[in-house]
């Protein structure tokens, strides 16, 4: 399998994870920021638990940010993530699809921008998707949850693209 097919593959096997976890039932948590699934089907898939708080800081250090804005924070190369604009309730396979539909471009994207394409685990696209939809964790998101050089990453390509020196 070639590169570019190895990292939509890999892409891909995150966001059927995440798809998947639609055949639990919600069980609401202690915080509204997680949503727990009880398992509903064969014992032999395990549904990842959606915690949008770990998502809110995985959306900056997987640097989603540099593309996706939430909050007016971040690129503008990619659709806004902002839960406004998300179908409430939230059907994970519907924002899978949606990630699927796009994993090319997303992939290619992440090569120019980043040099590699962005690793990511099934846990951390749930996670990921859950802050996505949760208006009130993405009311905490601010530039303080972007990593240093994910900043230093997205200062310089808003640099690049206005024209203006840099290093």
């Not at 919600?26 to 949503?35: D, E, G, V």
């Amino acid at each position: 399998m070639n590169a570019i097919g190895h990292n939509t593959a890999t892409i891909s096997a995150g966001v059927i994870a995440v798809a998947l976890s639609t055949f639990g039932t919600f069980a609401t948590a202690a915080s509204h920021a997680t949503q727990i699934f009880e398992t509903t089907v064969e014992s032999s898939l395990t549904l990842p638990e959606m915690n949008a708080t770990n998502g809110r800081f995985l959306f900056g250090s997987k640097a989603c940010v540099v593309c996706h804005s939430v909050n007016g924070i971040g690129g503008e190369d990619a659709p806004m993530l902002d839960a406004e604009f998300m179908n409430q309730p939230m059907n994970p396979f519907d924002f899978a699809a949606r990630m699927w539909r796009g994993a090319e471009v997303m992939v290619i994207m992440q090569r120019e921008e980043l040099g590699n394409v962005i690793e990511i685990s099934g846990q951390e696209l749930a996670d990921i998707t859950a802050f996505v939809h949760d208006r009130e964790e993405q009311a905490r998101f601010s530039i303080t949850d972007v990593p240093e050089d994910i900043q230093e990453l997205m200062d310089h390509l808003k640099a690049e693209e206005l024209g203006v020196p840099h290093d």
